[in-house]
């Protein structure tokens, strides 16, 4: 397949779990403590515990402070009620990809974007959520494996099991990558020694990391200064919590101890590269002898380097990121099917983006491919 002559990888397309994941994938052990979605809606993925009690994300805010559904809900609900129909299943996600032109999707989480998100969570039990996830994507992706590649969810509230569950993901599940929330959960931020040894398993492995953030968090996060004001929240969680995942990677020194590694940002767009990256070497240049000692290049190298950010259909900017970075350091989302998808016409779309063909042509395949460790075909 092919859209207009381009061959498509979406670097960060979704599945919507369904809402008793936990209770019929997770270790029996665990039954008794796992979350539990609340509904299939897409606009609707909120998870509780077994106490009833909101899990992985703040307490719901009383319905007197929410304002009327806007034209988005009332378009996606149209829309994907199709979808929710039947069942989000594989066959469903397999034809969303025909319908968009995508030859190729790694998928990413929904609810399970949560499920890790609660602060100094007790280790044994995120394993499992982990493991239980990863199980059922697996399942999730036998459907058609050359169309549906799993990015696995590893829980980093003990190191050795991050690393034991990224090795289980590539050696025996099959995955392309291995993801985490961008938002700090366990009190060690990304470039604490703390996580070398993940760091140097990936590199072994020779499987990337893809940060991807959500709208909210039981744990901290930027958003949280807009309370319960959606626009807002969602405005800044994404980009902003990555941007300071990449301050912690490019200028913590992550990737200059770790030269093989290679990290996305995705879902948080890619215009604010030039300021960021820019900024980061500027403070280097003033800084970095008394701060960063270790860093032998300016920030903006490493992430030119071994490092992506995903471009959304729409977004314009990133004509300023394919000047500062090149065009080789982008890749491609759908975000299918969450609120701010373009679906079905976001490939259409992109290719309305005020950048080269050529430049569109990597974007929309040969750099996730290489982020992926894909083939060319």
């Not at 670097?11 to 008793?20: W, Y």
């Not at 399942?139 to 509230?157: I, N, Y």
């Not at 289980?168 to 291995?178: E, N, S």
């Not at 929330?181 to 931020?189: D, E, K, Y």
């Amino acid at each position: 397949m092919a859209k207009n002559g381009f061959k498509v990888l979406d670097s960060d397309m979704h599945i919507l779990e369904p809402p008793d994941l936990w209770q019929r994938f997770i270790d029996s052990k665990f039954k008794d403590y796992a979350p539990r979605g609340t509904t299939d809606h897409v606009r609707d993925l909120r998870m509780v515990g077994p106490d009833g009690e909101a899990w992985g994300r703040p307490a719901y805010p009383p319905p007197e402070t929410i304002p009327p559904p806007g034209h988005i809900f009332h378009r996606n609900q149209k829309l994907f009620k199709p979808h929710m129909e039947r069942g989000w299943s594989a066959q469903v996600q397999l034809e969303a990809m025909d319908e968009e032109g995508i030859d190729l999707a790694v998928l990413y989480p929904s609810r399970g974007l949560n499920a890790l998100s609660i602060p100094d969570m007790e280790p044994e039990l995120a394993a499992a959520i982990a493991r239980a996830y990863n199980n059922w994507l697996y399942e999730f992706c036998q459907a058609d494996t050359s169309k549906l590649k799993g990015a696995g969810m590893v829980s980093v509230f003990n190191i050795d099991d991050a690393i034991s569950e990224a090795q289980r993901c590539v050696k025996q599940l099959g995955f392309r990558a291995v993801f985490l929330r961008a938002n700090i959960v366990n009190g060690h931020n990304w470039h604490d020694p703390y996580y070398n040894p993940l760091w140097s398993a990936l590199e072994e492995l020779d499987v990337p990391l893809g940060f991807h953030e959500s709208n909210t968090s039981a744990g901290r996060q930027v958003g949280d200064q807009f309370g319960y004001d959606f626009m807002l929240r969602h405005t800044f969680s994404h980009p902003f919590e990555q941007m300071l995942a990449v301050g912690s990677f490019c200028g913590g020194g992550v990737l200059e101890r770790h030269p093989k590694l290679r990290v996305a940002f995705l879902e948080g767009n890619c215009g604010w590269l030039p300021f960021l990256l820019w900024r980061l070497d500027e403070h280097w240049e003033m800084f970095g002898d008394q701060w960063a000692p270790e860093l032998k290049n300016p920030p903006s190298q490493y992430f030119k380097r071994q490092c992506y950010a995903s471009v959304e259909a729409d977004e314009e900017p990133v004509k300023y990121a394919v000047d500062f970075v090149g065009n080789d350091r982008l890749v491609f989302s759908t975000d299918f099917p969450h609120v701010d998808t373009k679906y079905p016409k976001a490939v259409e779309r992109f290719l309305q983006l005020p950048i080269g063909v050529e430049d569109k042509r990597r974007i929309l395949w040969h750099n996730c491919a290489a982020y992926y460790g894909i083939a060319e075909i």
